[in-house]
């Protein structure tokens, strides 16, 4: 099984700063035959679903933010958003979907500082 | 308006069974593989399993920790997916949601709550 390991566990940042979240996959998530790196970030706040964010590892979900970007290829991966907002406050997972059993990290919390 | 509704949710006994619904709409259902994934309270996300299309024999793949007690099956005349579990254990408490596949999950319904206990 692929095992997804997200750094920091939780994470205190001022409005209108910077927030990085990394992700480890044990095994790489970069597809050859098409280039594209099976790896997705959600962002779930409390009682809800979770909220797909980016796809291919650095594709942005249509109507999220553009403060929200992905970067990383084959087993290193980020979640940056560029100036924090107070409603950004949630759990942010990243999750490969490059082959069953499909895995997610174990779930970051962000919250205000 | 992609809608997923889940349902059947509510409290077993252990080694008990319960049949949980996903009601789909607003996409095409018949050509969408569809995962169910469940959440612990307080801890993070969980794939269960997933059942693929017609097309693709409605092939199904199941988590180690659910395998040979969960069984995922389909409707497409009623664009309704079911997750039948049997021997459900006290670690099997959690919402469980169902989302259809694609590059990247987008689409959840609000879950339902399993609980096993005595």
């Known amino acids: 099984d692929i095992v997804m390991t997200q750094s920091p566990d939780s994470l205190a940042v001022s409005l209108g700063e910077r927030a990085t979240i990394n992700c480890k996959s044990s095994q790489n998530l970069l597809y050859s035959s098409n280039n594209k790196n099976y790896l997705a970030w959600y962002q779930q706040k409390p009682g809800q679903p979770p909220t797909l964010l980016i796809y291919w590892a650095s594709t942005r979900e249509s109507g999220v933010p553009d403060r929200f970007s992905g970067s990383g290829s084959g087993t290193d991966f980020t979640l940056t958003i560029s100036t924090l907002q107070a409603e950004d406050v949630a759990v942010y997972y990243c999750?490969?979907?490059?082959?069953?059993?499909?895995?997610f990290g174990q779930g970051t919390k962000l919250q205000i500082k | 308006e992609v809608q997923l509704v889940e349902s059947g949710g509510g409290l077993v006994q252990p080694g008990g069974s319960l049949k949980l619904s996903c009601a789909a709409s607003?996409?095409?259902?018949?050509?969408?593989?569809m995962h169910w994934v469940r959440q612990a309270s307080g801890k993070g996300l969980e794939w269960v399993g997933r059942?693929?299309?017609?097309?693709?024999?409605?092939?199904?793949v199941y988590a180690a920790s659910v395998k040979g007690r969960f069984t995922i099956s389909r409707d497409d005349s009623k664009n309704t997916a079911f997750l039948q579990m049997n021997s459900l254990k006290t670690e099997d408490t959690a919402v469980y949601y169902c989302?259809?596949?694609?590059?990247?999950?987008?689409?959840w319904g609000q879950g339902t709550l399993v609980t096993v206990s005595s």
């Open positions: 059942i693929r299309t017609e097309a693709n024999g409605y092939a199904t």
């Open positions: 607003g996409f095409t259902f018949s050509a969408s593989a």
């Open positions: 989302t259809p596949d694609g590059s990247g999950w987008g689409y």
């Open positions: 999750q490969q979907y490059y082959s069953t059993p499909y895995t």
